[in-house]
């Protein structure tokens, strides 16, 4: 006696094993480009929309660098910002800025400080400058082209005067924005109309603080493009209020032309093809991608371009930089931080439903499998049973 089985379970398993070895190809083989088709997308808001409204400025502030004109070329698009040295200002003015900008303190106010020449040093248009107190070192840095501080840290030889508990009644994100908005006009820094802004956060164990604090941050979205390393953060007492750390990096742009420009799929392939060239590492993925006006050049010559940033978790291909005009690979990293400001949620969370979603064949494959063949048995079974008797 023959037995046949139904053409429609064959039909059903084929197919099942067809989606399987798609899915297998797509989660290990090539690596998942998520999300691919998405625009940029950043977390904060623009601050002409927050307290800091006011501050808000079209005019360059050249508290970061001295700005120049955006040169577009067949290949690139860049930003060359160079230094004249005989422009910049001497160690003694430097000095005079720093400690006029410490006088506001009143934590330090009162402390008698000593420069430590040999710390003192000119790179890239700014002064960094160590002063020696009874109680703490103050860590300065003075933008040697318009004498304005760019940076400010604390260090304390013994506990912090504004070591707190968080059982204290410590000030809403309200009052940490004034207390914001009054250090920036106090200082005379203003923020570039395309500011976006990071709500004020609690954090501790930060450089140069064993404390807690307030954290504001601000960044720059242009042409809905990051200005990768554009940060402005000011890091406030909880209880007073207080600036205790400072740090101002910022180039101000108006405009990034982004036509003709190749598109975040276009990236990420010419991405994947370059590790692919290099590496014999298939089983990685596509993480996050990022269309970044970046800084590629050295202190010396600052050069910034229009690139995608491909990360993944590539073992040796951390984050993959992708010229944004004409699909050359620009640099690589073995490792790379992925911005704070880059809105990265729908991408880890396709990331980790991804591979569920495309284990369900295989699944299914597995329980038709089985079924077939206990079909198979059975049958087998009771031809031999019928046989028998």
């Known amino acids: 006696m023959v037995i046949t089985i139904p053409q429609f379970s064959d039909r059903i ?16 083989v090539f690596g998942y480009a998520l999300d691919s088709s998405l625009e940029n997308r950043f977390i904060g808001t623009s601050i002409t929309e927050t307290s800091f409204a006011n501050l808000s400025s079209t005019e360059s502030n050249t508290a970061m660098f001295p700005g120049s004109a955006i040169q577009t070329t067949e290949d690139s698009i860049t930003m060359e910002i160079s230094y004249n040295e005989t422009d910049l200002v001497n160690l003694t003015d430097a000095v005079s800025c720093a400690l006029l900008f410490m006088e506001q303190f009143e934590y330090i106010a009162s402390m ?8 003192a040093r000119l790179e890239s248009g700014r002064w960094t400058l160590r002063f ?32 707190r508990s968080m059982d204290s009644s410590i000030l809403n994100i309200q009052d940490i924005e004034l207390a914001t908005v009054r250090f920036f006009e106090q200082n005379n820094l ?28 601000f960044f720059e979205v242009v042409n809905n493009t990051l200005v990768d ?5 000011v890091y406030l007492d909880v ?36 590790i692919n060239q290099e590496s014999n590492e298939r089983f990685y993925r596509i993480t996050h991608a990022a269309l970044l006006f970046k800084n590629f050049g050295s202190y010396k010559s600052i050069s910034y371009s229009l690139s995608w940033a491909i990360y993944t978790d590539h073992s040796k ?30 991408l880890d969370l396709v990331s980790l439903v991804l591979p569920f979603v495309l284990s369900i064949p295989l ?16 049958r087998q079974l009771e031809y031999k049973t019928t046989e028998y008797n």
């Open 13 to 28: 398993i084929a197919i099942l094993v067809l989606l399987s070895v798609i899915a297998f190809s797509l989660s290990t």
């Open 112 to 119: 008698n400080f000593t420069l430590d020449e040999g710390w």
């Open 132 to 163: 020696i107190g009874t109680s703490a070192d103050v860590y300065v840095g003075v933008n040697a082209v318009t004498s304005t501080v760019r940076s400010y840290h604390i260090s304390w030889y013994g506990p912090s005067p504004y070591v």
């Open 190 to 217: 203003t923020l570039s109309a395309n500011s976006h802004y990071i709500t004020a956060t609690l954090e501790n164990n930060i450089r140069y603080l064993t404390h807690n604090v307030y954290v504001v941050r």
């Open 229 to 233: 390393g554009n940060v402005i953060a």
């Open 239 to 274: 209880l007073t209020g207080d600036v205790v750390s400072f740090s101002y990096q910022w180039v101000f742009i108006n405009e990034i032309p982004t036509s003709g420009i190749i598109d975040k799929t276009q990236g990420i392939n010419h991405a994947l093809d370059h």
């Open 317 to 346: 291909f951390a984050v993959i930089y992708v010229n944004a005009k004409n699909g050359e690979i620009i640099s690589t990293e073995d490792n790379a931080i992925i911005s704070a400001f880059i809105d990265n949620t729908r």
């Open 363 to 378: 699944a299914i494959l597995a329980y038709s499998i089985t079924k077939h063949f206990a079909r198979i048995g059975r």
